[in-house]
């Protein structure tokens, strides 16, 4: 018994939507390098935008934060940065729609 027999006949049809789904992740993918969150800490004193694709493109600090107590601007940087990847990975996922969960299940994440 070969492949096709497995799958009932059925291997256009399984290779062309596999082709439409490879057509779907490109633009997906494109429009996340396109799409820019910004995430916030200490109330907004420290903002960082990040792409749909987690690249961070650019940390903004307030001068009232900036002073001696570097381990809390260094907190509010990383916090700052956890919420605008959060935020990029939310705004893929809700682009993707159903298609992100599908992803999910085959391991390859968002």
């Avoid at 429009?31 to 961070?56: F, I, Q, S, Y």
Wanted: aromatic share 0%; glycine share 10%.
């Amino acid at each position: 018994m070969n492949i096709e027999e497995l799958l009932g006949g059925n291997m256009e049809g399984l290779m062309a939507q596999a082709k439409q789904m490879q057509t779907q992740m490109a633009e997906a993918q494109a429009k996340a390098k396109e799409l820019r969150v910004v995430g916030e800490a200490g109330g907004g004193m420290v903002k960082v935008e990040a792409t749909g694709d987690m690249r961070v493109t650019s940390v903004t600090v307030d001068k009232a934060v900036i002073g001696d107590d570097v381990e809390m601007l260094q907190d509010l940087i990383a916090a700052a940065t956890n919420d605008a990847l959060r935020k990029s990975r939310e705004a893929v996922e809700a682009s993707l729609g159903p298609m992100a969960q599908m992803m999910k299940q085959a391991g390859m994440g968002l």
